[in-house]
């Protein structure tokens, strides 16, 4: 069973950042893809970024410039770098991972962390 811990979640204005973490079983980097999703109040989730084991990435056309997600396999940590910060990225942010990389994205979502909640305000 794999098992993801966000934390990073927090206030934020607008034009600033916040790093999210999420924490993962040892060895889940090496089996699936990871990926980053969003939840705002209303809203269905959307996926946010992803990035294969090889290093691959892909980004939602919202957050592309914005945001970079990054692992470091030697801690088991998931990292999303998100800066220039708008209210529109309000939203419960979830950690999870997938299946397999095909033509540029995970697919095949399995596992999910519990959410860490971002709030962008002017």
């Known amino acids: 069973q794999v098992q993801l811990v966000e934390s990073g979640g927090d206030s934020a204005q607008v034009g600033g950042s916040l790093r999210l973490s999420c924490v993962y079983s040892e060895y889940t980097y090496s089996s699936y893809c990871m990926g980053w999703f969003r939840q705002a109040p209303g809203k269905e989730r959307e996926e946010v970024a992803a990035i294969d084991s090889d290093g691959p990435t892909s980004y939602a056309d919202s957050v592309k410039g914005r945001f970079t997600i990054s692992q470091d396999n030697r801690k088991n940590t998931l990292y999303l770098q998100m800066n220039n910060l708008k209210p529109e990225d309000t939203a419960v942010y979830y950690c999870?991972?997938?299946?397999?990389?095909?033509?540029?994205?995970?697919?095949?979502?399995?596992?999910w962390g519990q959410g860490t909640q971002v709030a962008v305000s002017s």
């Open positions: 999870a991972a997938g299946g397999i990389w095909y033509r540029g994205r995970c697919l095949q979502w399995k596992y």
